[in-house]
């Protein structure tokens, strides 16, 4: 133990909580510094040390790893004010950006770090990660790591403690740029979830065995199967806020728009969870946005089966088949937005397919039909052989939704992408274009 | 013809060209500044003065009237090197900005003229102007002026000159926020009109008959009216090349980002004009997205009519009226859409209503659907009477859409707001959602 690295760590809320604390458990003294002192206080209850300031968690430090939400909160506690963590690092010391940030910032902060404060000697890594707060507190996140690769060899320990799957991505801004295509995954997935469970229960299905049927077939996805019981049991407790993946998708959708770059999907996604802010749902668990889809029901969706005042009948059709094409569909359209999105911001696709297999932006068409695909390495679905009969089959979903006058945002997007793609190729729409 | 001002121009392009020739005509002496040489010239021939240097224009100038592309073109101009036109400008004479720019841009001017420039004698007008080349060559704009009352006063006889609808619309940036929030509705206007006759062509009807049936009735639209016959024609000269809107679409979205305000079709618009450009088409003009929609054809509509490979039948049910379903159930989508955006950006809705209904975002049902809305000022289908027979009819141009695989992002984007609506208010959807 007396040889482990002393870690300062700033941002102890839901995901670096974990991560501080699943450190102090294996044995690294960990100074943790949040700005809301009940955090400080757990984590000092659970074994790690208290820093009033990122300066004096920073001055322990021979690692500092930054969690805190957001690129504004780490430029704070990096360089502003005489508390700033860049007073306190010593000669030589590393500073691991965890946290997700635009693009642009991690090449921003060595900027500052060499031209600004004249510590060309702080190293600097950039390393997103992903997982969610049970992997946090296993130590079992799938991490993007990227900088100079003796920095990363010399916070292996570090870095390997708090990851199951640790990834080498480059220089810094590649690990940035991973953690970007893989939320534009995550971002598409988590509000689909939504899309899907608020078309089982407007129709009056057994909600619980629909998630149970989607959880084993093409529709699934670590975000389905993670947010899913969330909206059954009506838990709303923010274990992860609408505002962190919104802020995520406007970091994807941002950097699309640096390369103008169309990603419609995860546009969509972008603008829907904006229609949650709008209806107040900015600080509660982004599940909640399926009362967008029930605006009766305030999201119950158990209570909703029994609803007698949305009066259904047998001819609406829509069956658990129906939910999972729904999913299947977006799913791969989004995969391979996502694998496009990947190539067009120069990040290596094999890997990624690896990546993204083992971490929350996964889903079950990803890994059905994105490694037929590599080989040729062209991000369209005309390209994808397995699309003509996912098309079909969300055509026929979302035709359903229409029926019914059931929204269904991402799925109109998502079939959209099929029918352009269905004028590229005659792989897709190859009954051709003379109706039924 | 003595007692009037002498003006600088730059930016004689489609656009500036017209309009600096129409104050020649009016009897100005006009100093033209381009840096494509040929277009001085031309502008030479018709009876302007050349000036070599934007610093030359402007010291001549009492008014110096800007009509480049874009606004880092705008900081070049004014601001960058030994000829940029702030060095040239005399004491207490005026820049007018006519240029569509981002909504942050005029204040940035000004403030650049003041504390970098030293020059708080300039006076600065924040003046976009919308209506296209004739109306710009007519002197008939719609120009959306904003500055101090004594500085448009002592504008007015130039304004008018270019103008046949002068608004004042406040201090600067008011302008430009006007500007943002018609070219919402241009915006989504001219690629809903390439979607319509794409599907027009595709499904083998008369192009020549849907348009004209189209501009009689509640799918009509300046843009459509005007874009149509390029389409017709397969005119691609870029009368208004595609860089043109996407950069306008690109500051209406980045104005709604700003302000975490969802607007799907704007957005939807915006992605598909990306398509454009990566299908090569970016300085051709906007209306060859049309090809986007019929990949066989190149976009030649009357040629397309008679195609063989395309097989058709009776059963696809798509008629001249279902095109015009498709644009109606858009435009009133839009429409609102940009009624709410204008309110949150806190312009005037009721001018905003008389703005629109007069310029180049002008579409039927805007005239038809908004002024029953402005005295409840909210923003919703759902609070829109004819709502609910407008979507249903989308919703059956989707389906027919849909059957043959036929791309309608836009229509596809906008019956997802009629359906969202529908769940808001049981004015839209009455026949409930137990399918029919």
Same mark, same amino acid.
């Given at each position: 133990?007396?040889?482990?690295?002393?870690?300062?760590?700033?941002?102890?809320?839901?995901?670096?909580?974990?991560?501080?604390?699943?450190?102090?458990?294996?044995?690294?003294?960990?100074?943790?510094?949040?700005?809301?002192?009940?955090?400080?206080?757990?984590?000092?209850?659970?074994?790690?040390?208290?820093?009033?300031?990122?300066?004096?968690?920073?001055?322990?430090?021979?690692?500092?790893?930054?969690?805190?939400?957001?690129?504004?909160?780490?430029?704070?506690?990096?360089?502003?004010?005489?508390?700033?963590?860049?007073?306190?690092?010593?000669?030589?010391?590393?500073?691991?950006?965890?946290?997700?940030?635009?693009?642009?910032?991690?090449?921003?902060?060595?900027?500052?770090?060499?031209?600004?404060?004249?510590?060309?000697?702080?190293?600097?890594?950039?390393?997103?990660?992903? *997982?969610?707060?049970?992997?946090?507190?296993?130590?079992?996140?799938?991490?993007?790591?990227? *900088?100079?690769?003796?920095?990363?060899?010399?916070?292996?320990?570090?870095?390997?403690?708090?990851?199951?799957?640790?990834?080498?991505?480059?220089?810094?801004?590649?690990?940035?740029?991973?953690?970007?295509?893989?939320?534009?995954?995550?971002? #598409?997935?988590?509000?689909?979830?939504?899309?899907?469970?608020?078309?089982?229960?407007?129709?009056?299905?057994?909600?619980?065995?629909?998630?149970?049927?989607?959880?084993?077939?093409?529709?699934?996805?670590?975000?389905?199967?993670?947010?899913?019981?969330?909206?059954?049991?009506?838990?709303?407790?923010?274990?992860?806020?609408?505002?962190?993946?919104?802020?995520?998708?406007?970091?994807?959708?941002?950097?699309?728009?640096?390369?103008?770059?169309?990603?419609?999907?995860?546009?969509?996604?972008?603008?829907?969870?904006?229609?949650?802010?709008?209806?107040?749902?900015?600080?509660?668990?982004?599940?909640?946005?399926?009362?967008?889809?029930?605006?009766?029901?305030?999201?119950?969706?158990?209570?909703?089966?029994?609803?007698?005042?949305?009066?259904?009948?047998?001819?609406?059709?829509?069956?658990?088949? #129906?939910?999972?094409?729904?999913?299947? *569909?977006?799913?791969?359209?989004?995969?391979?937005? *996502?694998?496009?999105?990947?190539?067009?911001?120069?990040?290596?696709?094999?890997?990624?397919?690896?990546?993204?297999?083992?971490?929350?932006?996964?889903?079950?068409?990803?890994?059905?039909?994105?490694?037929?695909?590599?080989?040729?390495?062209?991000?369209?679905?005309?390209?994808?052989?397995?699309?003509?009969?996912?098309?079909?089959?969300?055509?026929?979903?979302?035709?359903?939704?229409?029926?019914?006058?059931?929204?269904?945002?991402?799925?109109?997007?998502?079939?959209?992408?099929?029918?352009?793609?269905?004028?590229?190729?005659?792989?897709?729409?190859?009954?051709?274009?003379?109706?039924?």
């Amino acid at each position: 133990m007396a040889s482990k690295p002393t870690i300062g760590f700033a941002g102890l809320g839901a995901m670096g909580g974990g991560m501080a604390t699943n450190l102090v458990k294996n044995g690294f003294e960990v100074y943790g510094f949040d700005v809301y002192q009940p955090l400080v206080d757990k984590f000092v209850q659970a074994g790690g040390r208290a820093a009033k300031t990122p300066k004096e968690a920073a001055s322990h430090a021979d690692f500092m790893v930054s969690m805190v939400a957001n690129a504004a909160q780490n430029s704070g506690l990096l360089f502003e004010g005489d508390d700033a963590a860049v007073h306190g690092l010593g000669k030589g010391k590393t500073f691991i950006l965890c946290s997700t940030t635009p693009t642009k910032f991690p090449a921003e902060i060595r900027k500052r770090l060499d031209e600004e404060f004249n510590r060309t000697d702080v190293k600097f890594l950039d390393c997103p990660v992903s *997982g969610g707060t049970i992997r946090a507190a296993d130590g079992t996140l799938s991490i993007f790591s990227s *900088g100079p690769n003796e920095d990363l060899d010399a916070a292996k320990d570090v870095l390997e403690c708090m990851s199951g799957n640790l990834y080498r991505m480059g220089d810094i801004t590649d690990g940035t740029k991973t953690k970007t295509i893989h939320q534009l995954l995550a971002g #598409t997935n988590i509000i689909s979830a939504s899309e899907a469970m608020g078309l089982a229960a407007t129709v009056g299905l057994n909600t619980q065995a629909v998630a149970d049927a989607v959880n084993k077939s093409d529709g699934a996805s670590f975000m389905f199967e993670n947010r899913a019981p969330h909206m059954l049991n009506s838990d709303w407790s923010a274990l992860s806020a609408l505002g962190i993946i919104l802020k995520d998708t406007t970091i994807v959708t941002d950097a699309a728009r640096e390369i103008s770059f169309p990603v419609p999907l995860a546009n969509t996604a972008h603008f829907t969870y904006l229609q949650g802010v709008q209806a107040g749902m900015l600080k509660e668990d982004d599940a909640k946005l399926v009362q967008l889809y029930l605006p009766n029901s305030q999201g119950e969706l158990v209570a909703e089966m029994s609803k007698a005042d949305v009066k259904m009948n047998s001819s609406h059709q829509v069956s658990k088949e #129906t939910i999972v094409d729904l999913l299947s *569909g977006i799913h791969l359209a989004a995969s391979v937005e *996502g694998m496009a999105f990947c190539k067009e911001l120069g990040q290596d696709r094999k890997l990624m397919y690896e990546i993204i297999s083992k971490a929350a932006g996964w889903n079950a068409m990803f890994t059905k039909c994105i490694p037929g695909m590599l080989e040729k390495d062209s991000w369209s679905l005309a390209e994808c052989p397995e699309a003509t009969e996912v098309a079909k089959k969300l055509s026929e979903a979302v035709e359903k939704c229409r029926l019914i006058q059931y929204p269904c945002p991402m799925a109109a997007a998502a079939l959209q992408k099929y029918t352009f793609a269905s004028l590229e190729n005659k792989t897709i729409g190859s009954q051709g274009r003379d109706g039924r």
